[in-house]
């Protein structure tokens, strides 16, 4: 009889996840009871009704419509099923909402948050504009007036699928992407509002009901400081385009269920969101919470390849017998569990401490740790989402390799995850200018080893002195090029992995501890110290920049 290999089967992938369970029982012991039916319901639609969908879907991708059948330009867009079942079920379940809504208080971002993480990964990305509208809402909290609050916060936030709104975040252009200094969209008075003109190079959320967008009113001065952060709805009270023209929607390597569009602003209305300069500062609330649902999703990429491949280690019997029973094999794993495990306790960090800062209730150092841990937290996860990724199809061999098993989706869509929101050496300098004021540094410093000063047990003592190693290592690399930019720059990348690897490295000794503590077994102290084995310091002693320009130039 012809051998056929059995595919890798999706558990409910709450129940499935003791990393997930373990960590809410810790910080939701009073209310994970409430809300664990809701974890475990749609833990059961993402291993089956969505995940169906999303291998039914596989190949279907979102159609521009320019123009209707009696030539009138329309610029529609036909999103997926899958795309559509989504819209309905974060609008239901309130993914969005939550934060808002605050059933748990600052606790509230670490609900919504795990109800992401169970589900994400069977939404085919629609995690992109979600992700928007809560950076849109915090947004216009933090900055507009009343009754621009008054007018979209209730869409953004409602659980009524058709009254649910999503939001755009238009920035990039043609001039380039992370510095926005150079944005070429005008914005001009007309009566007492505004109009845009010019082209937004990537918008991911050309179907949502609104956007915030950068422009640079006309008469303002150049670069960042010149520019204004607007509102603008995409539809007029009519139904027609709000002088928007979609000229194409691109041609990427991943992410291709979401619709990103060459978009062209052609007298736009649109309102100032607060005043007429500084736009660029202006989109740091934004920016938080993306990067915040970036680092959520690229932990929930990371679970979502390795219950696969451990699921398919169990089923793949090869030189003897089963996949898991092979050393190297089940070692494998094991590395890339601990990374998983530490890019999931260093996202919830940040946002545990944007939950805080949100109900008031954040200390000065806290806050303070907020402004670096978000961007620590972005770029290490992004990193550890493709290389884990990458990892998680090797285990499959050929079938990894193969599109219809739908395995190299997982690697494609984890790629966009170092990119957008702010590129890793991006991210690495944000991380030095957070660090410049005075606190600054003390606070995340005090963010790791209190972390670190929680693991007690013997078993902890080896990690958690290699993350506090990994840090005065940090310290001191950072005193020896305080006069040295050029080498404080080469470095920031180096010096930002570091502190991200040894801050998760840290967080999950104390997470091992809770659990220790709590007669919860060892398993996360085995990823603490398989983590510590890793390696976290990734920094250099001697600079080479020489060296490297010569690398880099060929």
């Known amino acids: 009889m012809a051998f056929f290999q059995s595919p890798p089967q999706l558990q409910n992938t709450y129940a499935a996840d ?8 810790l910080q939701l012991p009073d209310a994970l009871a409430r809300f664990e039916p809701e974890l475990r319901h749609l833990g059961e639609l993402a291993a089956g009704e969505l995940l169906r969908l999303q291998e039914a879907d596989r190949c279907a991708e979102p159609r521009h419509v320019p123009f209707d059948a009696w030539g009138r330009r329309v610029d529609t867009i036909e999103l997926t099923p899958l795309w559509k079942a989504a819209a309905r079920l974060a609008a239901e379940h309130g993914l969005v909402a939550i934060p808002y809504e605050r059933p748990l208080g600052a606790r509230s971002r670490l609900l ?3 109800l992401l993480h169970v589900v994400e990964p069977s939404l085919d990305v629609y995690s992109c504009p979600l992700a928007m509208s809560d950076g849109a809402a915090r947004t216009l909290l933090d900055l507009a007036h009343p009754a621009l609050v008054a007018r979209a916060l209730p869409r953004l936030t409602s659980r009524d699928p058709a009254r649910a709104w999503t939001s755009g975040q238009w920035m990039t252009e043609r001039t ?16 007492a509002g505004w109009r845009l003109w010019g082209t ?3 918008s991911s959320a050309t179907t949502a009901e609104m956007a915030l967008a950068l422009a640079r009113p006309e008469g303002n001065p150049a670069g960042g400081r010149g520019l204004a952060l607007f509102y603008l709805e995409t539809r007029l009270a009519s139904g027609a385009s709000n002088g928007m023209v979609v000229h194409r929607l691109k041609e990427k390597l991943g992410t291709r269920k979401l619709p990103t569009a060459e978009l062209g602003l052609e007298g736009a209305a649109a309102e100032p969101v607060a005043g007429l300069t500084e736009g660029v500062k202006h989109v740091a609330s934004m920016l938080n919470v993306t990067r915040l649902w970036n680092s959520v999703c690229a932990a929930a990429g990371m679970q979502r390849a390795l219950a696969l491949a451990r699921d398919y280690a169990r089923r793949r019997h090869a030189f003897g ?31 545990a401490l944007l939950g805080l800062r949100e109900a008031g209730e954040a200390s000065a150092a ?20 493709v290389a884990v990724a990458s990892e998680a199809l090797e285990c499959f061999g050929g079938a990894g390799y193969v599109e219809d098993t739908g395995l190299p989706r997982l690697l494609r869509d984890a790629q966009v995850l170092p990119i957008w929101e702010g590129t890793t ?12 004021p005075e606190g600054a540094l003390p606070a995340l410093a005090g963010e790791l080893r209190a972390a670190a000063a929680a693991a007690r047990d013997p078993s902890l003592r080896a990690p958690a002195e290699a993350a506090l190693r990994a840090l005065e290592h940090a310290l001191a690399w950072l005193d020896r090029t305080a006069g040295a930019p050029a080498a404080r720059e080469a470095g920031a990348r180096r010096l930002a992995l570091t502190l991200g690897r040894a801050l998760e490295l840290a967080l999950l000794c104390a997470h091992a501890q809770g659990c220790l503590d709590a007669g919860r077994g060892g398993r996360a102290a085995a990823a ?20 490297a320009a010569a690398l880099a130039g060929g």
């Open 18 to 25: 003791p990393l997930l369970q373990e960590y809410l029982a």
């Open 321 to 351: 017998g089963p996949l898991l029973e092979r050393p190297l094999h089940a070692d494998t794993l094991a590395g890339l569990e601990s990374e998983r495990e530490g890019a999931f306790l260093l996202a919830f960090r940040a946002a």
């Open 176 to 191: 380039g992407g992370s510095d926005v200094s150079g944005t070429e969209t005008v914005a001009r008075q007309d009566g």
């Open 366 to 385: 806290e806050l303070l740790a907020l402004r670096t841990v978000t961007p620590l937290a972005k770029l290490t996860t992004g990193k550890q989402a």
């Open 200 to 202: 937004k190079w990537f």
């Open 528 to 547: 603490a110290r398989r983590l510590a084995r890793n390696g976290v310091d990734l920094l250099a002693d001697e600079p080479d920049a020489a060296g």
């Open 112 to 114: 919504q948050l795990a």
């Open 425 to 436: 050496n991006v991210l690495a300098l944000d991380l030095l200018r957070a660090l410049a």
